[in-house]
């Protein structure tokens, strides 16, 4: 093997937004709007967010289809992850954590929700190991933030609401 070449980093698309017009790769200031990115390690975890012109971020990533490509991906993403953080602030508010944290906003907020998680799901066979109720409760948790961390990255602070404006339910 005599590549020198490096893979492309591999990330996932978080949406569009037009609260900056510089691109974070070549420095140009005359973007309409940003594609905001997160690039991922290779356990999948987000290493980093960017927000690149579409072009750049067509090239920096070696995204087949170029500019175009990547605005579409992009702007199906932005819809997608406002929905992801609207109910992940509906679940904080029912689960008693604190969406931009993850901290609990009740003293026994986690052991509450870990027990939900037990009750209504252990049925057959499911939730019932205490253990697996919390693991499965800190991922969503987890989640959670995300969605909302991703969702701040595109300038909303109430998704439910720009969803309602963009005339989604
Ligand atoms: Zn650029």
Redesign the pocket.
Known sequence: MTTTEAPAPAFRYIGTTDETNV?E????SDLQRAVVLALLDADGNVEDRVR??S??AARALSIRGGGRAVAKAAENARIATLKAAAEAYERAERLLFDPATGEPTHERGFARTVGTMIRFNGGPGRWTDRGEAEQFTRQLIERSVQAVQDARLLGIADPARELRRLGYA
């Not at 790769?25 to 140009?28: F, K, L, M, P, S």
């Open positions: 691109c790769d070549c420095g140009r690149y012109g072009d750049c």
